[in-house]
């Protein structure tokens, strides 16, 4: 017997090391920003009222901190991008990474329901912050990614309800710890589920579109249009090229 598992999704894990005291300044840096109300952003109206959500133009920032957060990300999200596609070494440096990024400062009790990514191929989140861990409630805070294969549980009987790994049918928990970088699909549902935490968990998201460079007049112009269709929330585009492949 020949067995293959298709529709592969990917996800990868990386882990930013950073030098001593970096996490408590990102941290002392998020909080302040989040203070400021809605000069960086705003409380997210999908949860709860305990989760705020900063503008999505996070890796424009200049402060170093959020410069080696952004480099780090983007560096990251390009070897995955190489190692899953068939890009030529030319074509892959020839490519614009464009980026909407943010962070989220969750509270006690706060939540985010299903969602994913749509203004983007692919998403990632890291964590700066995991908060208070609750052993009393593992399920605190979680974030799950769900199968993205709809149909698949349309007929359930002994056949198909107990498939091993990697055939089975499942949500993924992302074990969230400092400094660790999810990357995935952006057209994965997500949800988080309630924080009981009291110490506040700080993470960084983006989702990314990425083209040739003389697609991106025409994509730029899509991108301003959809943004003026949506005045509250202040997108700013932030671009990286690809760079030579030895460089990620």
């Not at 199968?147 to 002994?158: E, H, I, K, L, P």
């Not at 198909?160 to 699909?185: D, I, W």
Request: glycine share 6%; proline share 5%.
């Amino acid at each position: 017997m020949k067995l293959n598992h298709v529709f592969t999704v990917p996800l990868a894990e990386f882990h930013m090391d950073a030098p001593d005291g970096f996490w408590a300044e990102s941290v002392e840096l998020f909080s302040a920003k989040a203070l400021c109300g809605a000069t960086y952003g705003a409380v997210d109206q999908h949860g709860n009222n305990q989760v705020f959500e900063s503008r999505a133009d996070l890796f424009d920032w200049q402060e170093p901190g959020v410069r080696r957060i952004a480099e780090f990300c983007h560096r990251s999200l390009a070897r995955v991008v190489r190692a899953v596609t068939d890009h030529s070494d030319a074509e892959f440096a020839g490519l614009q990474f464009d980026y909407h990024s943010w962070f989220q400062i969750t509270r006690t009790d706060g939540f985010q329901a299903f969602h994913n990514q749509p203004n983007g191929s692919w998403a990632g989140l890291l964590v700066i912050d995991p908060g208070d861990p609750q052993p009393e409630r593992p399920e605190s805070g979680t974030v799950m990614l769900h199968d993205a294969r709809v149909n698949a549980n349309y007929f359930q009987d002994s056949g198909n309800t107990r498939l091993k790994y990697p055939a089975m049918q499942c949500a993924y928990r992302l074990e969230q710890e400092q400094g660790k970088l999810f990357v995935f699909p952006s057209f994965l549902l997500q949800e988080t589920f309630a924080y009981f935490g009291r110490r506040p968990r700080i993470i960084v998201h983006f989702n990314c579109w990425i083209r040739p460079e003389f697609d991106r007049s025409r994509i730029g112009r899509e991108r301003s249009r959809v943004d003026l269709l949506n005045p509250v929330a202040t997108r700013r585009v932030v671009s990286y090229r690809a760079g030579r492949d030895e460089d990620h």
